[in-house]
């Protein structure tokens, strides 16, 4: 679009009011000659201005044309598209957590269920263990008592007791219900050396081997004698150190 612009310079003006007062001076000296118009040239202004019109059409025309529409729209719907993909893969993301968030919220509610029904049961058996305790308690204190009395009962019977080591077995005690009586009043008199007159003043509730009977050859059973009165005890206590340096032992 071309510009015409009317220059603001003054010159020209002048000129022409110099002129037009030069042809009137020289009309009224002289004869009176036609006017001859004169072409006014083109102030230099005015195509300076013209061509700064067409420089400014120019670059508002480049302006509003972009370079490449095309290569400028498909950019635009590349990045657009990676954007799309970029939030659908983000909202998927989410999507998992928020289903893993969700399992993880289960999972804990069903542990602490779990951990109530656990604390419940652990109180439910320590009422039991202390229970048992007490009854532990309770039971160890009469086995002690019982232990207490019965050691008591077996040192008043033991008092009128003693016990023979190493007197070998008989046969005349097998079958026979006072054979083994018959056998120690032998070994008081020949191997503790227990006059006739005392032993017959000796006299026993019970005389036994202790256990089962062994095969021969193996060492003798241990013979129990139970003294009544207790003076019987006595006289053979004081015989004892007649089987110093033998194999017999008294207990």
């Known amino acids: 679009m071309r510009v015409n612009h009317t220059s603001s310079d003054p010159m020209p003006n002048k000129k022409a009011k110099r002129t037009r007062s030069n042809r009137s001076s020289s009309s009224s000296s002289t004869e009176p000659m036609q006017a001859t118009p004169k072409r006014i040239k083109p102030a230099k202004s005015i195509e300076n201005t013209n061509t700064v019109g067409s420089i400014a059409e120019n670059d508002l025309a480049t ?7 095309g290569v400028s729209l498909t950019s635009l719907n590349e990045k657009l598209d990676l954007i799309i993909k970029s ?3 983000t909202e998927t993301t989410i999507r998992d957590l928020s289903a893993s968030l969700q399992k993880v919220t289960v999972t804990m509610d069903f542990t602490l269920e779990e951990l ?26 009469k086995i002690l008592h019982q232990n207490e009395t019965l050691l008591d009962l077996q040192t008043r019977g033991m008092r009128d007791n003693l016990v023979f080591y190493n007197i070998p077995e008989s046969d005349m005690e097998f079958g026979n219900r006072d054979g083994t009586t018959h056998l120690l009043l ?22 036994h081997r202790m256990g089962k009977k ?12 139970k ?10 206590l ?14």
Do not use: C, Y
């Open 63 to 69: 302006m509003s044309k972009p370079d490449d529409p």
């Open 87 to 89: 939030t659908s893969t």
């Open 116 to 141: 109530e029904d656990v604390k419940s049961e652990n109180k439910r058996l320590k009422k039991i263990a202390e229970k048992n305790v007490r009854q532990i308690q309770d039971l160890s204190a």
């Open 186 to 207: 032998g070994f008081l008199q020949e191997q503790m050396k227990l006059p006739q007159e005392m032993l017959v003043q000796i006299s026993f509730d019970r005389v």
């Open 214 to 225: 062994r095969e021969k050859g193996s060492q003798p059973r241990p013979i129990v004698a």
């Open 227 to 236: 003294f009544n009165p207790f003076k019987g005890k006595v006289l053979v």
């Open 238 to 251: 004081d015989h004892a150190k007649n089987l110093r340096g033998t194999k017999f032992v008294l207990v």
